[in-house]
């Protein structure tokens, strides 16, 4: 995967940096590369959404805290914002409030750039698990924290019993009109922030966010034959959205561990398993170690060590389809560090009748 960049270098801060150093430093990268500054521009929104991750982690306190402990292996298992595959509604509704709005340059002649609720902000989390599990396929529960419409307003904001009132600045327009020359510019209204509504009595326990964060444990069904630093889709697992637009989806990075004997290429596995000069000479049936047991393996008379000998569906199961792969064998004949005095007795007179064999060698190599 990817190398990821430090957030602290990403937003060009201290790591003692205070939270509003964080904000300012943030507000300042995203107009500088705000979508609507560089259209068209698949670098500049890169960029911009590069720093909205980084945002994300470092202007909440328990993210912060875990990154600087582990670094970004802190944040493996805990629930992220996943921004670099987010749309940038996803992002423009998460920090609507920095931007003042969707828009930092406010739209021309009044057309708006809003079309209909906004999705959901997406989430991303990381789970090992072991080679095994990858191919038999696994349940997770993976516990997260996610904002969700606040349980003692139902998501308006406003304390109970009230409710958000029009916006006497923009009269519920959301979007102000200034005086450009000839021309009539629409900006978002600085009051509201372009929702058209303000909250007068704000709700105790959100503070007028209409969002709370809430604890989620959640089971993901990981299916046979997953292979290492494989990103699932969970529909609908991620924050809820605003307006009554769709939820945003959790991604789960999953990362397999190595096992000690086998290594994976797709669906194929590949092991490498000593056998005697005698087995390998005359041949013999040896046991295989697969991932369901032993197997048997025949090896043919005079196989040479290095010699790779398959097994038909042994492998790992194919994703997502039928069947499985095949187990590739490598043949490493040993050489025995000590002998007997019999075994050497034996292989002298062994090594005379082969003698006729190498002397065969020696007269095609130089003709005689």
Same mark, same amino acid.
């Given at each position: ?156 904001? $406003? ?7 029009? *916006? +006497?600045? !923009? &009269? @519920?327009? /959301? %979007? =102000?009109?200034?005086? $450009? ?7 978002? *209204? +600085?009051? !509201? &922030? @372009?929702? /058209? %509504? =303000? ?20 089971? =993901? ?148």
């Amino acid at each position: 995967m990817e190398e990821k960049r430090d957030y602290y270098e990403i937003l060009g801060v201290d790591r003692k940096a205070t939270t509003d150093e964080i904000r300012a430093a943030f507000r300042k990268l995203a107009l500088k590369h705000h979508p609507d500054r560089n259209p068209g521009d698949k670098e500049a929104e890169r960029k911009f959404k590069e720093i909205s991750q980084a945002y994300d982690v470092l202007s909440d306190g328990e993210k912060r805290g875990k990154y600087d402990a582990h670094g970004h292996e802190g944040l493996r298992g805990f629930a992220q914002r996943d921004f670099q595959n987010a749309s940038l509604d996803d992002i423009f509704s998460a920090f609507g409030d920095i931007f003042g709005g969707e828009s930092i340059f406010g739209d021309i002649f009044g057309m708006s750039r809003r079309r209909g609720p906004s999705k959901g902000t997406s989430l991303r989390v990381e789970v090992e698990i072991d080679f095994k599990e990858a191919a038999a396929g696994c349940e997770r529960s993976i516990s997260l924290w996610r904002h969700e419409p606040c349980g003692a307003c139902g998501g308006s904001g $406003a304390r109970a019993g009230t409710g958000p009132e029009v *916006c +006497g600045e !923009c &009269g @519920g327009r /959301g %979007q =102000v009109l200034r005086s $450009a020359g000839f021309f009539s510019i629409g900006q978002t *209204c +600085g009051r !509201c &922030g @372009g929702a /058209g %509504q =303000v909250i007068a009595d704000p709700c105790g326990k959100c503070r007028g966010a209409g969002v709370e964060r809430v604890k989620r444990e959640i089971k =993901v069904q990981i299916p046979a034959g997953i292979e290492d630093s494989t990103r699932m889709r969970v529909a609908g697992q991620g924050e809820p959205a605003r307006g009554g637009g769709a939820p945003g989806d959790l991604y789960v990075d999953v990362f397999v561990k190595a096992h000690p004997f086998f290594k994976r290429d797709g669906a194929d596995l590949f092991c490498e398993l000593p056998v005697t000069f005698a087995s390998a000479a005359m041949g013999a049936e040896i046991d295989v170690p697969t991932l369901d047991g032993r197997a048997k393996l025949k090896v043919p008379k005079g196989t040479p060590s290095g010699q790779v000998l398959r097994l038909r569906g042994q492998g790992m199961p194919v994703l997502n389809g039928r069947g499985r792969g095949d187990l590739h064998v490598r043949v490493v004949v040993q050489v025995p560090a000590k002998i007997s005095k019999r075994q050497e007795e034996l292989l002298t007179e062994f090594d005379k009748l082969d003698a006729e064999n190498r002397k065969g060698f020696w007269e095609k190599l130089f003709g005689g």
